[in-house]
């Protein structure tokens, strides 16, 4: 089983809609979280992390459901420069080698 | 304060070559991760250098192999090239040494894509 599962998509949304994203992880005693944002061939970049209580920066809102092992990510009023591959990144423990990414979510946003 | 660069960006190698792909971290980092993206899937880790030595690898053959310099700049070997080596290499820096456990401070580079024919 995959440490980190996501459904690669694609989702194509009009400008304005609500979009969310789900990811999956195996390992309960993953210990921490993270959304990157990755456009079309070039290097990922962060996102958001993740926090146990849920967070918020501007239009996009990041959950941790640890009981049912996923994380969301909900993106509102989507703009056209939103359209990106969205990876779900999970943290299993001190070290690199512990650091696991999602396949990444295609998201494309239609005008 | 200058970013993560790699070289090459792109290049073509045939099965059973050898490549170099190299790596300068972003200023004030110490370490550099290697990743490897094939096509539509996300990035895997290679191995980590943390002061000139491997600190950590992934699930990656002997033929993949590395090396860090005292400036912490980085290297990427990868020999006897074989098809499914096609993607993209993505080198990060952070500046924690060993006890790194966070991907909010990894910065990538651009990534050089690799096409194995």
């Given at each position: 089983r995959k440490e980190v599962e996501q459904d690669p998509g694609p989702f194509n949304v009009p400008e304005g809609a609500t979009v969310a994203f789900n990811c999956t992880y195996?390992?309960?005693?993953?210990q921490s979280f993270f959304w990157y944002r990755q456009d079309c061939r070039k290097e990922p970049k962060l996102l958001m992390s993740v926090y146990s209580s849920g967070n918020e920066d501007g239009r996009f809102t990041a959950q941790l459901n640890r009981a049912s092992q996923y994380i969301s990510l909900l993106i509102r009023d989507?703009?056209?420069?939103?359209?990106a591959t969205y990876l779900c990144v999970v943290n299993?423990?001190?070290?690199?080698?512990n650091l696991f990414f999602g396949t990444g979510t295609r998201l494309t946003v239609i005008p | 304060e200058t970013g993560v660069t790699q070289s090459p960006t792109h290049l073509i190698k045939t099965r059973g070559q050898q490549v170099t792909l190299r790596c300068s971290s972003q200023s004030g980092h110490n370490t550099v991760s290697w990743y490897q993206q094939a096509l539509g899937q996300g990035p895997q880790f290679i191995f980590q250098y943390y002061r000139e030595e491997e600190n950590g690898r992934g699930n990656?053959?002997?033929?993949?192999s590395g090396l860090q310099f005292p400036n912490y700049s980085s290297e990427l070997n990868v020999n006897a090239?074989?098809?499914?080596?096609?993607a993209l290499y993505l080198c990060a820096s952070s500046?924690?040494?060993?006890?790194?456990?966070?991907?909010?401070?990894l910065t990538f580079g651009a990534g050089s894509r690799l096409t194995v024919l």
């Open positions: 195996s390992n309960s005693a993953s989507s703009k056209l420069s939103d359209s299993k423990g001190i070290g690199a080698n | 990656f053959p002997p033929r993949f090239l074989e098809l499914d080596d096609s500046p924690l040494g060993q006890g790194f456990s966070g991907a909010n401070v």
